[in-house]
């Protein structure tokens, strides 16, 4: 069952993990996964994320941190560059795993702005904990309303 909610001020939808299209639970599934493999020795905040490709394929990726804090690289900056690498740069949703009590873990501003770069604005984001019985499902617009959009010609 769904329910409308505002989290951070942004108009989501929170469904039952059980509920959801099993392309979906398996993309969850994936980001809970390579959540384990996070190197977070500073902020102990591990997070996961996996990509799915407009033919299907998913790539996943988790937070690596370093020392200096600048250079270290989001799990969703870490998914979409390896797809990216691999020669995809079109995606049809994309999930993010990470851990508040109270919460869910919605991207940040950085990793918004590089999502946007390669999908549409209606791109669902799913949003969850690694014990995943809610999944917090809005989009790349819902997260970033008004983002910049080069005027450039993509290949």
């Keep these: 069952m769904a329910q409308q909610a505002e989290v951070n001020g942004v108009s989501s939808n929170i469904k039952d993990f059980d509920s959801l299209a099993p392309s979906i639970q398996e993309l969850v599934d994936v980001a809970i996964a390579v959540r384990e493999n996070a190197y977070c020795p500073y902020s102990n905040f591990p997070v996961g994320a996996a990509i799915r490709t407009t033919d299907g394929k998913i790539y ?7 020392g200096a804090y600048g250079p270290t690289v989001c799990a969703e900056r870490t998914a979409i560059s390896k797809a ?34 390669f999908v549409s604005d209606d791109m669902p984001v799913y949003m969850a904990r690694p014990s995943c019985t809610e999944v917090l ?3 790349v617009c819902g997260l970033l309303p008004h983002r910049y959009i080069p005027t450039h010609d993509k290949k």
């Design 60 to 66: 996943a990726g988790c937070n690596v941190e370093n």
């Design 84 to 117: 990216v690498s691999e020669g995809y740069t079109s995606f049809t949703e994309i999930a993010v795993v990470a851990f508040q009590e109270h919460d869910f873990t919605s991207p940040c501003g950085m990793c918004r702005q590089f999502m946007s770069e």
């Design 137 to 139: 499902c809005s989009s």
